[in-house]
Each structure stands twice: as C-alpha cells, then as structure tokens.
C-alpha cells in the first residue's frame, strides 16, 4: 500500500479510503490510485484487513455433504451472489446437520474471522445445532424450520405443493396421489402440506401419503404400488427423481403417461425436461432465496444487530406433457 501511495502521489490513509470505496476522494484522486494499483499488481491483504478490524470479505456456509438438488442449487446460487457483492464463501460440509456437526463448522468458519455465517439448514436436526450458537455472530438459516425463531429465507414448499395438486385437479382428476419426501426434511412437510390444503379446498379425498427418501429407487418402489391402483390417475411427486421413478414403474406395467397416469414434480432439475413424456414440475427459485438470505446477513454484518427476518420466496409451476385429463 505504501508502493501505491508514492507512486499515486497520495498519502497512506487515501489509497485505504480508495480501497474501501470511500466517498470523500476526488474523482481523479481515485483514478490515478487505481491506475498505480493496476501498474503494480497490488492486492490488497485480506487477512491483516481481518486482524485489523476483526472483519473479513469472507462469508462461511454449513451445508450438508449432499449432491441432492436442491440444497446444492442453494449452495451455488449463494456462492454466486456473495462474489456478485464481493464477498468470498468458505463452505463448512459436514456429514450430517446435527448440534455437534453443526457447531464444529461454525467454530472452523469464526476462526477463519468470517464476516457471517449461512447455515443451509432442510432437516429437523439442525434445529438444536441452530439454537445454541454463539450469540452476537450474523448468522441466517437457509431452507430451514418455518416455525423457528431467527433469520430464515426458504422457498414456499406450501404454495408450490398447492399450485401443483390443483394443477392435477383442474385437470379433471377426482383426487391426487403424493409421494413424500423424507418425514425429518421441512421441505417434505412443507409439501405434504400444501398437497392435503388443495385436496381439502376442493373438497376431493386425500389418499394416505406414500413415504420416499429423495431418490428414484424410492419412487420406482411407490410407483409399483401406485401402478396396481386403477383409481390412482394422477400423483404429486415431491421431487423429479421420486417422479423418474414413478414414470419407470408406470411404464413397466403399462400404465402410459399421462393418457392413463398424470404426474407433477418438484425441483425442475435440468433433466425434467427431457424425460419421456417431459415432466410437469415446479421450479423454485434458488437465485432468489440466495440473493434474500445474503442481503438479511448483509444487514446483520452492517448494523451488528441480530435479524428475526424472514423471506418466503415463490415457486412456478413449469407446465409440460405429463399431465392430461383422466380417461372418460
């Protein structure tokens, strides 16, 4: 920095205001500091910023060690949006989102003097990792308990079951079959909610819930059933891979898609398109739910004050091929 300063002709403490984007600098002041930065490969040291003033451009994230859809989305679209307002991210993967794993990657992360933490947080066991964290460290919960205290930003898994189950309805279909997700995941209950409110709206019957873990072996097996049962016309899958596993079944047992069975998905995974018939689903908006949960950790860092803040970010139901009346 002390390079720059002589080369720019300026004192120490204008070259840091430059840096920090200070607005009392004249304009060609900034200039001339930023053509010496340039001339001189100058990078300014992020840690002894860090020591300096006990914060960094660093912000931590806990997440699962998952290649699940959805809470990878959430971990990319975050990392983009942080480096968008010139933030790094340190991910903290743990193997299970329980207290002590939990706890452990936040203490790695404040080693590290992160500036604030994300904890992507889908499963019920995060909830007492959640509760007994430091206090004064700008923290917000990704996909997390809707009925938990704290910064929380999370998709409307409620709305997007909704708008699915009707979607079925009006199609024709008297009442529609779901395949959950796991019970421990806020996501699959938020779902299985939403599904039960449409039904009960439109006055049809609501089957019992068919159990699933996530993957398309889990929907292959509950497709199995499903496909037996000439009165189960239409399903609600909690998600594209329950789905695939669903259409495979269905197929298997000559049951066609959608002149005999109509499906709705939930994630729109890249693929969903490109099954056979392309899949009906609803697309949450992960670039959103990362845009709001950094802006709420945002101002936690810049007031020093914790946030109860909460963003409920809507869904969109994708229409595609797999659904159409039921058969007369």
């Known amino acids: 920095m002390t390079d720059v300063a002589r080369l720019a002709g300026v004192s120490h403490q204008t070259v840091s205001r430059v840096l920090n984007g200070h607005p009392n600098v004249r304009?060609?002041?900034?200039?001339?500091?930023?053509?010496?930065?340039?001339?001189l490969g100058y990078r300014p040291n992020q840690a002894a910023r860090a020591l300096a003033t006990g914060r960094s451009r660093v912000l931590g994230v806990v997440t699962q060690n998952s290649t699940l859809y959805g809470p990878a989305s959430l971990l990319t679209a975050f990392e983009q949006a942080a480096t968008g307002a010139g933030f790094a991210v340190s991910v903290g993967s743990v193997r299970t989102l329980d207290r002590r794993s939990i706890s452990e990657a936040v203490e790695r992360h404040l080693d590290?003097?992160?500036?604030?933490?994300?904890?992507?947080?889908?499963?019920?066991?995060a909830n007492q990792a959640l509760d007994h964290l430091p206090t004064g460290v700008p923290l917000v919960a990704i996909d997390?308990?809707?009925?938990?205290?704290?910064a929380l930003v999370t998709?409307?898994?409620?709305?997007?079951?909704?708008?699915?189950?009707?979607?079925?309805?009006?199609?024709?279909?008297?009442?529609?079959?779901?395949?959950?997700?796991?019970?421990?995941?806020?996501?699959?209950?938020?779902?299985?909610?939403?599904?039960?409110?449409?039904?009960?709206?439109?006055?049809?019957?609501?089957?019992?819930?068919?159990?699933?873990?996530?993957?398309?072996?889990?929907?292959?097996?509950?497709?199995?059933?499903?496909?037996?049962?000439?009165?189960?016309?239409?399903?609600?899958a909690a998600n594209d891979h329950l789905a695939l596993g669903i259409l495979h079944a269905m197929h298997e047992r000559g049951r066609r898609v959608p002149e005999d069975v109509s499906i709705v998905g939930f994630d729109d995974v890249p693929e969903a398109a490109y099954?056979?018939?392309?899949?009906?689903?609803?697309?949450?908006?992960?670039?959103?739910?990362?845009?709001?949960?950094?802006?709420?950790?945002?101002?936690?860092?810049?007031?020093?004050?914790?946030?109860?803040e909460r963003h409920t970010v809507a869904p969109k139901l994708?229409?595609?091929?797999?659904?159409?009346p039921p058969r007369a």
């Open 27 to 39: 304009e060609q002041t900034r200039i001339r500091v930023r053509a010496a930065i340039a001339e």
């Open 155 to 236: 998709v409307d898994q409620q709305a997007g079951a909704a708008e699915a189950t009707r979607h079925l309805l009006e199609a024709g279909h008297p009442t529609v079959w779901h395949v959950s997700g796991p019970a421990d995941w806020f996501d699959s209950e938020g779902r299985v909610e939403g599904w039960r409110r449409a039904l009960r709206q439109a006055g049809a019957e609501i089957p019992p819930v068919l159990p699933g873990d996530w993957t398309a072996a889990s929907g292959y097996r509950a497709g199995q059933m499903l496909s037996r049962m000439p009165e189960a016309t239409a399903v609600f």
């Open 112 to 125: 590290q003097r992160v500036a604030g933490i994300v904890v992507i947080a889908p499963v019920v066991s």
């Open 275 to 308: 099954f056979i018939p392309p899949l009906t689903t609803v697309r949450p908006d992960f670039g959103a739910v990362a845009r709001a949960s950094l802006s709420v950790l945002l101002g936690q860092i810049e007031s020093g004050l914790p946030s109860r």
């Open 144 to 150: 997390g308990d809707p009925s938990r205290d704290g």
């Open 318 to 324: 994708v229409v595609r091929r797999s659904v159409a």
